[in-house]
């Protein structure tokens, strides 16, 4: 028998070492005004704690533009795949990246940096709806310390791998990370847990109404959660999966699956523990308590480098322009 857990309404679902965080942040914004936020009132929300999900979106800690305001982080890395939409990323590294609708950032936060991550709604007489995930990969001890670094992932390097069950029923999964049949993902930061030989993998998967398709076994030592994100949920075996649901499978097992109704969206997380302590304070996670407080005390000391930006919710202009200018000054844009 299959150990499901039901996800929360809202905010971060349970995840998995070497996981520390997973968030699926799916709102339908309005059309967007001349600073590209949302053109209706905000009257009625909580601005700077807007995580009720009136109206279908939130502006979380924006006040202007809905997203992230300049926040630190140590000791881990965040991977952030948008699906629909715009963030506007700008750091204390001097970095900056506009990116979305199937890019991904993967960011080593390491010895520290501070970031801002916002979401322009561009389009002034339509709706914006974005859709993204964004998934905390820890760090082992050895590499907490490490100096700031991020890359992109953009939609046309990322494996978008369709196969057919005999019925004729689509399956599409979409490798962010690892690898699935003679698909590899892009390589992820060179200090990444994902960069050695640690069996992780980030998917998504689509399976068409009525789909059977089998999810390849992998290592043995390795941990795997499968989170039924929208959709009319599985089955595998003889036990139904609904919709917001997390399942823990045995990695080593290939797991056949049936969808149950009209298609189902899919989310797997994988990869061999870390099987460190954990110690987590807000934006900084570390092995000990002590390093918390070091952290903070850095932080206090240094904000983790320089913010050159004029404002703590920068945006990046009104052009629907994907590029990114990352921490060792290098330009890169799409191909």
Known sequence: ML???PLPESGPWPTTDPFLFCVHHDDTYPAG???LG???PLSGRNLGQ???GLDGWNMYHGMEVPGFPRHPHRGFETVTL???GLVDHSDSMGAAARYGDGDVQWLTAGDGIMHAEMFPLLRRFEPNPTDFFQIWVNLPAARKRVAPHFSMFWRQMIPVVESRDDAGRSTTVTVVAGRYQEHIAPAPPPNSWAASDNDVAIWT???SAKASWTLPAARADSRRSLYVVSGSGIRVGDQTIGVH?????KADEATPMNELGAGTELLLLQGRPIGERVVKYGPFVMNTREEIQEAMRDYQRTRFGDWSWDRDDPIHGSEYKRFARLIDGTEDVPG
């Open 205 to 207: 998967i689509d399976l």
């Open 3 to 5: 150990g499901v857990i």
């Open 82 to 84: 948008v699906r629909h």
């Open 33 to 35: 005004n001349a600073q």
């Open 38 to 40: 949302p053109a209706v």
């Open 50 to 52: 807007d995580f009720e």
């Open 245 to 249: 649901s997390k399942v823990d499978l």
